[in-house]
T-cell receptor, first 114, second 114 residues
Framework: DAGITQSPRYKITETGRQVTLMCHQTWSHSYMFWYRQDLGHGLRLIYYSAAADITDKGEVPDGYVVSRSKTENFPLTLESATRSQTSVYFC?????????????FGSGTQLSVL | KNQVEQSPQSLIILEGKNCTLQCNYTVSPFSNLRWYKQDTGRGPVSLTIMTFSENTKSNGRYTATLDADTKQSSLHITASQLSDSASYICVVSPVYYGNNRLAFGKGNQVVVIP
């Protein structure tokens, strides 16, 4: 049972480069989410998706792009990376959009923008 | 202002001892309050989910309590083990929004020493 997997685990890139973080889940969950985690902040929602081809902005979407052509994949792209995007990124999924639905997280991608 | 405040920010406890973590929130109305455990370098893992009408929820040695009147929750760890060393995150879900409007605390960092 692979669950939810993220790749790469670690990534170093340079300012201005495009980088894509991958997220794959094997549960066929409808909802998928991207969060970033920074010191001094709680987890902050970047984008989420309710189903294939349905995405919406979260709290901090600027500088990020997402797509969801298949239910199981939800990649996050930084079109032109900036130092402020250095962070740990977590992908998560839930079976539906119900208010009491449990959220399952991946192990994270640690991104450093130099 | 953060809608979820956790205290203490960090604490060190001896193996075998008990500890209690606090969460104060301003989210209102809310549908549920959750506690997650996040090991270093890993994604958060759900410990408990309590709806607004529940007062307590247990998961092994972890017991969460909720007082909706005072908007306070606590997580009690009994007979701590070295594996309890982690960050514990309090999360509140506002009514109507499901997982796309969760309010995350910054976490309580717990270190258990032998």
């Amino acid at each position: 049972d692979a669950g939810i997997t993220q790749s790469p685990r670690y990534k170093i890139t340079e300012t201005g480069r495009q980088v894509t973080l991958m997220c794959h889940q094997t549960w066929s969950h409808s909802y998928m989410f991207w969060y970033r985690q920074d010191l001094g902040h709680g987890l902050r929602l970047i984008y989420y998706s309710a189903a294939a081809d349905i995405t919406d902005k979260g709290e901090v979407p600027d500088g990020y792009v997402v797509s969801r052509s298949k239910t199981e994949n939800f990649p996050l792209t930084l079109e032109s990376a900036t130092r402020s995007q250095t962070s740990v990124y977590f992908c998560a999924s839930s079976e539906s959009g119900g208010t009491n639905e449990k959220l399952f997280f991946g192990s994270g991608t640690q991104l450093s923008v130099l | 202002k953060n809608q979820v405040e956790q205290s203490p920010q960090s604490l060190i406890i001896l193996e075998g001892k008990n500890c209690t973590l606090q969460c104060n929130y301003t989210v209102s109305p809310f549908s549920n309050l959750r506690w997650y455990k996040q090991d270093t370098g890993r994604g958060p893992v759900s410990l408990t989910i309590m709806t607004f009408s529940e007062n307590t929820k247990s998961n092994g040695r972890y017991t969460a309590t909720l007082d909706a009147d005072t908007k306070q929750s606590s997580l009690h760890i009994t007979a701590s083990q070295l594996s309890d060393s982690a960050s514990y995150i309090c999360v509140v879900s506002p009514v109507y929004y499901g997982n796309n409007r969760l309010a995350f605390g910054k976490g309580n960092q717990v270190v258990v020493i032998p």
